[in-house]
């Protein structure tokens, strides 16, 4: 059984403590820390658990055998980079990082330490919706894909929410999954910025059109929009040489009611996602009693946060900015 303790008891950390100890086999949370107190009791409360308000205390307590890290990004590189140097597998969500310069500290750490303990939680690549999607595009039926469309809508967000962090907390997900839905790396970023919605404030430009060019000249546009009000509405279309395909979302009934034919949209990522959440801890849970790490690298999220910066630099300067990661270290290969 692997015994796991969870750094940042906020909405997501308190989904995971109960799909780790409820749905999920081969594991069970016995300690959490907040530097909230009372969060963190509230957490502990759905597993039994032990409290920490510090983080390091959890890390180094000999009854756990794993981390998971579900504080806000900026507070990532220090849980992580701590797990390491304990010798301990860790599960942090997205963002590795907010900057690139923190995610390579982690590669670096982790190839020192000789040992692969770092799994990032973009979790869409665990998608049924995204894995069909590249099943057909693996398959060669459509011929080379050649533009993406995409949206990324959430209804609302808090009003702590600012411009940076529609790329580096939200576009995340694309920015990672988008490249290895094509098997394509970026090469170029570019952020136009219509008008803003009146549901916005004065440091968030909300909508934004995020575009990114691959390296064999795949253009990809990504409109996010934080505060669209009508549900949580993640789409993506894929055009090819000889097709298009789609993402299918998750059904939900056709209702014909007086005159109208209607069908419910999500309107939360707990829900959108819920799936695809349990199957990337359960492999997670799997990989780690074997030694290794099945999903998403310390690697792919440094990817992630050097092309979130190009596209945070684009914002800035409203230029096409250019995206450059080097080499993937062997150790990841
Ligand atoms: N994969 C996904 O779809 C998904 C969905 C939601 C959130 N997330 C990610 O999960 C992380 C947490 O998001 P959330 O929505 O749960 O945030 P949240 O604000 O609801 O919770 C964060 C919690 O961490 C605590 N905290 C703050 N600093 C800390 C520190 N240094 N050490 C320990 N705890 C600390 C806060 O008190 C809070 O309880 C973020 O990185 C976010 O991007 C991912
Ligand atoms: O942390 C959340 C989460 O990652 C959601 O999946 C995303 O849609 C939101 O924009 C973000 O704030």
Same mark, same amino acid.
């Given at each position: ?116 303990? $770092?799994? %990032?939680?973009?979790?869409?690549? /665990? =998608?049924?919706?995204?894995?069909? #999607?590249? !099943? ?39 920015i990672?999954?988008l490249h290895w839905?094509v098997d394509d790396e970026y090469e170029s ?23 990114l060019r691959t390296k064999k000249g795949i253009?990809?546009?990504?409109? $996010?929009? %934080?505060?669209?009000?009508?549900? /949580? =509405?993640?789409?993506?279309?894929? #055009?090819? !040489? ?61 990817v992630?946060?050097v092309t ?15 995206i450059v990661t080097g080499e993937c ?5």
């Amino acid at each position: 059984m692997l015994r796991v303790g969870v750094v940042g008891c906020g909405a997501i950390g308190k989904e995971h403590i109960k799909r780790l100890n409820n749905k999920l086999q081969g594991v069970t949370v016995v300690v959490v820390s907040d530097v909230f107190e009372e969060g963190a009791k509230t957490a502990a409360a759905l597993c039994d658990g032990k409290v920490y308000t510090d983080a390091n205390a959890l890390i180094n307590d000999a009854e756990v055998d794993a981390i998971v890290c579900t504080s806000p990004g900026f507070a990532h590189v220090e849980t992580v980079l701590a797990a390491i140097k304990a010798g301990k597998p860790v599960f942090c969500e997205k963002p590795l990082a907010t900057t690139a310069d923190d995610c390579k500290k982690i590669v670096d750490a982790e190839i020192a330490s000789g040992k692969h303990l $770092v799994q %990032v939680g973009f979790m869409r690549r /665990y =998608d049924k919706g995204y894995i069909q #999607v590249k !099943e057909a595009l693996d398959s060669g039926e459509f011929g080379a894909p050649l533009m993406l469309h995409c949206t990324h809508r959430n209804p609302e967000v808090g009003t702590d929410y600012t411009t940076p962090m529609a790329v580096h907390d939200t576009a995340i997900h694309e920015i990672d999954c988008l490249h290895w839905l094509v098997d394509d790396e970026y090469e170029s970023a570019q952020v136009i910025m219509p008008g803003s919605t009146k549901y916005t404030h004065s440091e968030l430009k909300d909508p934004q059109i995020m575009l990114l060019r691959t390296k064999k000249g795949i253009c990809i546009d990504v409109e $996010v929009f %934080v505060n669209c009000k009508f549900g /949580y =509405d993640i789409n993506c279309e894929v #055009v090819c !040489e000889e097709g298009v395909v789609k993402m299918p979302a998750p059904a939900t009934p056709i209702i014909r009611k007086e005159g109208r034919l209607s069908t419910g949209i999500e309107t939360s990522w707990i829900n959108r996602f819920i799936d695809s959440y349990d199957v990337e801890l359960q492999d997670w849970v799997n990989s780690v009693a074997k030694g290794e790490v099945n999903g998403p690298t310390a690697w792919d999220g440094y990817v992630a946060a050097v092309t979130a910066d190009a596209l945070v630099r684009a914002q800035q300067s409203g230029n096409i900015e250019a995206i450059v990661t080097g080499e993937c270290p062997k150790f990841y290969k």
